[in-house]
């Protein structure tokens, strides 16, 4: 099969833009001298340019798989890493108790406060500005373990300083049969698309607040917890810089 070389040309350079517009946040939170504002300058820099791609974001994701993975969370569900709120639309509210949005970045608080007020789901979704490995946080808001019916994750792993710490503690948190879906981007399995990824991302870390292009996220999930696979799969082209594994992982029961 001959290689499609000008879409892999453009899917491999089309990110520069991103990039360019990640680092002037970063200079842009720096210089400004607002030691007022809590949090680091990159996790302040990278709330600041997410909230400016939010719409190109959600655009793109409403044509992929997204949409139908979070329309089928249900009774009390914890979202790992809501950042300003972009799939709080998407939930299926009727068939959800509760939203624990756990978000470690505190920068987001008052977009994600907003995004809550302007869908009127102040009475479901309740922000948790911690770490999810930060059991004493949880414990506060009722979060322990077992206590979960559904955990998503949508592109949270990337950025996590230790996923496989991050998938445990989800299914630690999960009750027996309770279910992690995912939507997250990773390695590429196509060798040239992986180096031109390992390039990238010398810089991409430093712009995106730790956001990696080449972890091993299919690896990362079935191996950092017990977990019968319900229905977990790849998505996008062969060349894309940023593929998608995604689906529903179920919390094996014992006894």
Same mark, same amino acid.
């Given at each position: 099969?001959?290689?499609?070389?000008?879409?892999?040309?453009?899917?491999?350079?089309?990110?520069?833009?991103?990039?360019?517009?990640?680092?002037?946040?970063?200079?842009?939170?720096?210089?400004?001298?607002? /030691?007022?504002?809590?949090?680091?300058?990159?996790?302040?820099?990278?709330?600041?340019?997410?909230?400016?791609?939010?719409?190109?974001?959600?655009?793109?994701?409403?044509?992929?798989?997204?949409?139908?993975?979070?329309?089928?969370?249900?009774?009390?569900?914890?979202?790992?890493?809501?950042?300003?709120?972009?799939?709080?639309?998407?939930?299926?509210?009727?068939?959800?108790?509760?939203?624990?949005?756990?978000?470690?970045? +505190?920068?987001?608080?008052?977009?994600?406060?907003?995004?809550?007020?302007?869908?009127?789901?102040?009475? *479901?979704?309740?922000?948790?500005?911690?770490?999810?490995?930060?059991?004493?946080?949880?414990?506060?808001?009722?979060?322990?373990?077992?206590?979960?019916?559904?955990?998503?994750?949508?592109?949270?792993?990337?950025?996590?300083?230790?996923?496989?710490?991050?998938?445990?503690?989800?299914? /630690?948190?999960?009750?027996?049969?309770?279910?992690?879906? +995912?939507?997250?981007?990773?390695?590429?399995?196509?060798?040239?698309?992986?180096?031109?990824?390992?390039?990238?991302?010398?810089?991409?870390?430093?712009?995106?607040?730790?956001?990696?292009?080449?972890?091993?996220?299919?690896?990362?999930?079935?191996?950092?917890?017990?977990?019968?696979?319900?229905?977990?799969?790849?998505?996008?082209?062969?060349?894309?810089?940023?593929?998608?594994?995604?689906?529903?992982?179920? *919390?094996?029961?014992?006894?």
């Amino acid at each position: 099969m001959g290689i499609d070389l000008k879409n892999r040309v453009i899917s491999y350079v089309d990110k520069y833009k991103l990039l360019l517009d990640a680092f002037k946040s970063i200079w842009t939170v720096y210089s400004s001298n607002d /030691r007022a504002t809590e949090g680091p300058v990159r996790s302040r820099a990278f709330a600041q340019w997410y909230g400016k791609v939010a719409p190109n974001f959600i655009a793109y994701e409403d044509t992929t798989s997204l949409p139908s993975l979070a329309a089928v969370a249900h009774g009390t569900v914890l979202e790992l890493g809501p950042g300003s709120g972009n799939q709080l639309q998407r939930y299926k509210m009727d068939n959800i108790t509760k939203i624990y949005g756990v978000e470690p970045n +505190v920068a987001f608080e008052d977009a994600l406060h907003a995004r809550i007020e302007k869908l009127q789901l102040s009475d *479901k979704y309740v922000p948790v500005f911690c770490d999810i490995r930060d059991t004493a946080a949880l414990e506060r808001h009722g979060i322990v373990e077992g206590s979960i019916d559904c955990v998503t994750s949508f592109q949270v792993l990337c950025s996590a300083d230790d996923p496989e710490d991050v998938v445990a503690q989800a299914w /630690r948190l999960l009750k027996p049969g309770g279910e992690l879906i +995912v939507w997250e981007h990773g390695a590429s399995s196509d060798w040239l698309t992986f180096v031109v990824q390992k390039v990238w991302n010398l810089l991409w870390p430093l712009a995106l607040d730790g956001c990696s292009l080449d972890r091993p996220i299919m690896n990362i999930l079935l191996k950092s917890a017990d977990w019968e696979i319900v229905d977990l799969r790849y998505e996008g082209e062969k060349w894309s810089l940023m593929p998608r594994v995604s689906g529903t992982l179920r *919390k094996v029961q014992r006894g």
